[in-house]
């Protein structure tokens, strides 16, 4: 095994049993935290600079949580790069700040890009705070700065779907 790789998945695993879960980070601080990652099953393969998590899988980097079957990570130079959601509907949950509703999201394969700050949802995707839903098929969801961006560029045919419902009257 690689020193890089082989440091980077130990650095992973040894927060595999030991991590307590706390909603109190606030968004700018999400990406200083690690990625910690919990599932049934886990495994490395060296060659290919890919670690794959299966059942259960549960990732959490501060306030981010994403509940998915199956999780595939791409090291590059020992760090992740790439993480891979997939298999049933894949489920995430932020705290964009102390006090915010929460941003949450689903989709059937999602894809997290931690030094973009960037989570892409494809395939039977939405997202929703409070009172407004977006629905399509491809959303980018900017978690440094709560940004949704719906919709393909290239498809005309493909067509987004918000729902904007008043605030209950008191």
Not at 31 to 39: L, M, N
Not at 61 to 81: C, H, M, P, R
Not at 143 to 149: D, N, R
Not at 150 to 160: C, I, L, W
């Amino acid at each position: 095994m690689k020193k890089n790789n082989k440091t980077a998945f130990t650095y992973y695993c040894a927060f595999l049993f030991c991590f307590t879960v706390t909603n109190t980070w606030a968004l700018s601080t999400d990406a200083e935290k690690p990625i910690v990652i919990d599932s049934n099953t886990a495994s490395y393969d060296d060659k290919t600079g890919t670690s794959i998590y299966s059942g259960n899988v549960v990732s959490i980097q501060g306030s981010i949580k994403v509940n998915s079957d199956k999780l595939t990570v791409y090291f590059v130079n020992g760090e992740a790069d790439k993480l891979v959601f997939t298999g049933r509907k894949a489920k995430f949950k932020q705290t964009p700040n102390e006090g915010d509703e929460d941003i949450t999201g689903e989709a059937l394969i999602g894809e997290f890009y931690p030094k973009k700050n960037l989570l892409v949802l494809m395939n039977d995707s939405t997202v929703w705070q409070g009172n407004t839903t977006y629905s399509s098929n491809y959303i980018e969801y900017d978690i440094k700065t709560s940004l949704v961006k719906a919709g393909e560029k290239s498809s005309d045919s493909k067509r987004v779907h918000v729902v904007l419902k008043p605030k209950p009257a008191n």
